[in-house]
Each structure stands twice: as structure tokens, then as C-alpha cells.
Nanobody
Framework: QVRLVESGGGLVQAGGSLRLSCAAS????????MGWYRQVPGKQRELVAT???????NYADPVKGRFTISRDNAKNTVYLQMNSLKPEDTAVYCC????????????????WGQGTQVTVSS
């Protein structure tokens, strides 16, 4: 099992930027795909971005061109750079360790962080 700890959330004005970090414990980080999700109360958790163990990234349509996911295997950390933030990006952001399967896409694992709150004011 991987332990995940997110950080970097906060309050920012629309158009601003934040960088989220997710620090992972455990030896499997380098071979795991990683995903960032977000959730708003009363709504279903939404997959925002994923990155494979080899560094291939995918993004949900609402964040394409604004968010960038990256990873540093030496530091067991995955990042989410969020630019041009909008009020609709407000959510709790969580990271997940999973895997990518051809033809299926990202499959989440059972390990989740506690989340970090991102609030974008208009």
C-alpha cells in the first residue's frame, strides 16, 4: 500500500496559479501510474489528470491547456501545476496511485491522500 500526502492548496483569485504536490511513501511509486482527482460536495469525484510510470500524461477536457501533471521519481512526488484557474476549479484535490491499462485508461488504486482544498475566487 502507498501512503499519499497532498499539499499546496489554498485560496487564489481567478486567473491565478497553484502547484499541488503529492508525496508518496513506498517502493512502488516509480512503477505506479498516478492520478489527480477533484471533488466538490454533492458531486461525483472527477479525474483531472493522470501520468503513467513512463511519464505519459492525460487530462480531462476542462483542464486541458491549463493544468500540467508531472512526476519526480527520485522524490516519490507527483505535481499538478494549475494555471489560469477558474472558480469552477474550486474543489478538494486528491492524488491516487493506480495503473494505466491499454484500451481502458487509468484504473485507480486503493490508496488515497487526505486531499488539499483549492478555492478560486471570482
Amino acid at each position: 500500500q502507498v501512503r499519499l500526502v497532498e499539499s499546496g492548496g489554498g485560496l487564489v483569485q481567478a486567473g491565478g496559479s497553484l502547484r499541488l504536490s503529492c508525496a508518496a511513501s513506498g517502493n512502488i511509486f516509480s512503477i505506479s501510474a498516478m492520478g489527480w482527482y477533484r471533488q466538490v460536495p454533492g458531486k461525483q469525484r472527477e479525474l483531472v489528470a493522470t501520468i503513467s510510470s513512463g511519464g505519459s500524461a492525460n487530462y480531462a477536457d476542462p483542464v486541458k491547456g491549463r493544468f500540467t501533471i508531472s512526476r519526480d521519481n527520485a522524490k516519490n512526488t507527483v505535481y499538478l501545476q494549475m494555471n489560469s484557474l477558474k472558480p469552477e476549479d474550486t474543489a478538494v484535490y486528491c492524488c491516487n496511485a493506480g495503473l494505466v491499462r491499454d484500451g481502458v485508461g487509468y484504473l485507480p488504486g486503493s490508496s488515497w491522500g487526505q486531499g488539499t482544498q483549492v478555492t478560486v475566487s471570482s
